[in-house]
């Protein structure tokens, strides 16, 4: 199992274990609600809702 | 080198290339477009010392115009402005592909409902109405039948923005349950995989099951010549197989490799390395 960190869910307040090598950036999925949390910064990580999916997105 | 690297997200995509353009020793500029802003004349703060920036901008407004004014600032960027400004619109798209001798599916182009009606009745039913700008399958119809199409035009028209009312139509192409996803660099396969579903949709984002595929000779000189026909660069040219040969029905300048690396025994990430070393090798030499 890859190493984790816990980190606070912003719409829980609850602590969440999220991946130890986050980046700046990226989307987690919170554990508890299933939500789209972004990285905003690492060390310590906070998360902040992610934006919803835009219309022009992806590929 | 050093490598800008734009985003907005970090997918499994971009993680996969950041940990190895860091495992060579090569520096790397993360860059938020969220919190840039762009002048006329010179590059913001973040782009100083960049010699590729690779543009991984989800959003396709961003990325074209962001192209644009690294192109206006002389700052080297993978894809092109032109190369993006081809890829995002299926009828630049299907234009350059046919242009280039490419085989691609049978598409007309109306303005108006009535229009696009006319063409949907002629190519008989099932046919495909597409988004000229859109990802990931979403918003694609596969047209049954008229009372079929004159419900998606109506929806399509009321939906509010303009591009919604450039009625993109297909020829729905019979094909095998599966279509056929190259990632290519300048042209030169560098892996490919088969997605196959059940849906008529076979995008890897819509799930679809991914198989390795061995690119022929004909996959080879058509993936050659559709990544000339729009510019260039880092790929994703997606191809059908009709029995004959193949038709290429699109080529994605924002690919997404994360499914393709797990299909394959390729390093798909090291190889893209690869090649932005050589390219950034060949824009130094170029200009020493």
């Not at chain 1, 984790?4 to 987690?28: H, K, Q, R």
């Not at chain 2, 303005?111 to 109405?129: H, K, M, Q, R």
Request: proline content about 5%; aromatic content about 6%.
């Amino acid at each position: 199992m890859a190493d984790t960190i816990t980190a606070e869910d912003p719409l829980t307040g609850e602590e969440i274990e999220i991946p130890a090598d986050v980046e700046v950036g990226e989307i987690v999925d919170s554990p508890a609600t299933g939500a789209e949390l972004e990285v905003i910064s690492v060390d310590p990580v906070t998360l902040e809702e992610a934006p919803e999916l835009e219309e022009d997105w992806g590929e | 080198m050093k490598v800008g690297l734009l985003y907005s997200r970090i997918r499994r995509d971009e993680k996969l290339l950041l940990s190895e353009l860091r495992d060579r020793g090569h520096e790397v500029a993360k860059i938020d477009v969220r919190d840039e802003q762009f002048s006329l004349s010179d590059p913001p703060e973040s782009f100083d010392g960049v010699d590729v920036v690779v543009d991984r901008c989800l959003a396709t407004s961003r990325s074209l115009y962001i192209t644009q004014f690294l192109d206006a600032y002389d700052v080297p960027v993978v894809n092109s402005a032109a190369t993006a400004d081809v890829c995002s619109d299926k009828v630049k798209n299907s234009l350059a592909l046919e242009r280039a001798g490419v085989p691609t599916p049978t598409t007309e182009v109306a303005f108006t409902t009535d229009s696009a009606l006319e063409i949907i009745e002629e190519f008989g039913y099932p046919c495909v109405i597409k988004p000229v700008v859109g990802s990931w399958g979403r918003l694609m119809a596969k047209v049954e039948s008229r009372s079929a199409a004159e419900a998606i035009l109506e929806h399509k028209a009321t939906l509010g923005h303009y591009q919604h009312k450039v009625f993109y139509v297909q020829e729905f192409v019979e094909k095998p349950g599966r279509d056929i996803r190259v990632v290519a660099v300048d042209g030169e396969p560098i892996a490919a995989m088969t997605r196959s579903s059940d849906h008529w949709l076979t995008n890897a984002a819509k799930g679809a099951d991914v198989q390795p595929f061995e690119v022929d000779d004909r996959v080879r000189e058509l993936v050659e010549t559709a990544s000339d026909a729009v510019g260039g660069g880092l790929l994703g040219v997606d191809l059908m197989e009709t029995g004959e040969d193949y038709t290429v029905h699109e080529v994605n300048h924002n690919v997404e490799f994360k499914a393709l690396n797990d299909a394959v025994d390729v390093d798909v990430p090291a190889t893209v390395v690869d090649w932005l070393e050589s390219t950034v090798e060949s824009e130094t030499e170029a200009t020493a």
